[in-house]
């Protein structure tokens, strides 16, 4: 079985500093590396998402660093608020061909951002 | 856009009762859904794979019978639960991707079942 190694489990940062959390890959072949957001009692929404063609991606606050030869991918979120304070899923596709869109998750960081 | 909804959002059944939880992709057609299963404080699990209009595929320790998934539409999936029982009481999530094959999956805002 494919596996996708995220840590930590959880992750305590004060407001405004940079949350980091890590995820490490097995399958050179996974073409496709998405960030999920989840806060309690609701679905994951998708917050970034990176291609192994570039080495970083950043939208607003959140950046995906992807480092091809480690087999690793991080996200970074910069000036961390409290409204950041979630559960943060790293992805990554665990079919090809027919089985478009399927995705191995993480086990999960819980992240709590203090004011 | 790639909003995906659930419903109901919470439902309580007396055990040995079946539910159906419905998903539906509503601004995109969706070729193919999933469903998940949430405990608490734990990843997402992926019960099953369905691409409208054929069978749903199960992964390994899912039983089929249990847990019926139909997609009859590009834009509805359906979870039955039948028989449910205190076991079953979970989160049940779905998602869906875009028919042009891109990778990208989006979430419904997930049912909550509990049994009785």
């Known amino acids: 079985q494919q596996q996708v190694k995220q840590s930590p489990q959880s992750l305590i940062v004060q407001k405004g500093g940079i949350s980091i959390i890590n995820c490490a890959y097995e399958n050179t072949a996974f073409d496709y590396f998405p960030w999920y957001q989840q806060f309690p009692g609701k679905g994951p929404a998708l917050l970034i998402a990176i291609r192994p063609d570039v080495s970083e991606k950043k939208e607003g606050r959140f950046t995906i660093s992807f480092n091809k030869s480690a087999k690793q991918f991080s996200l970074h979120i910069m000036d961390s608020q409290p409204g950041d304070s979630a559960t943060y899923f790293c992805?990554?596709?665990?079919?090809?061909?027919?089985?478009?869109?399927?995705?191995?998750f993480g086990k999960g960081t819980k992240l709590s951002v203090k004011p | 856009g790639a909003v995906v909804s659930q419903h109901p959002s919470w439902v309580i059944c007396k055990s040995g009762t079946s539910v159906k939880i419905e998903c539906r992709s509503l601004?995109?057609?969706?070729?193919?859904m999933f469903w998940y299963r949430q405990f608490p404080k734990q990843s997402l699990m992926l019960m099953a794979t369905s691409n409208e209009g054929s069978k749903a595929t199960y992964e390994q320790g899912v039983e089929k019978d249990k847990f019926l998934i139909n997609h009859a539409s590009l834009t509805l999936s359906t979870l039955t639960v039948t028989s449910a029982h205190p076991e079953d009481s979970s989160f049940y999530i779905c998602?869906?991707?875009?028919?042009?094959?891109?990778?990208?999956?989006?979430f419904g805002p997930g049912t909550r079942l509990t049994v009785t």
């Open positions: 601004d995109f057609q969706a070729t193919t």
């Open positions: 992805a990554a596709p665990r079919g090809h061909g027919g089985s478009q869109g399927n995705l191995i």
């Open positions: 998602s869906a991707s875009y028919p042009s094959g891109v990778r990208e999956q989006y």
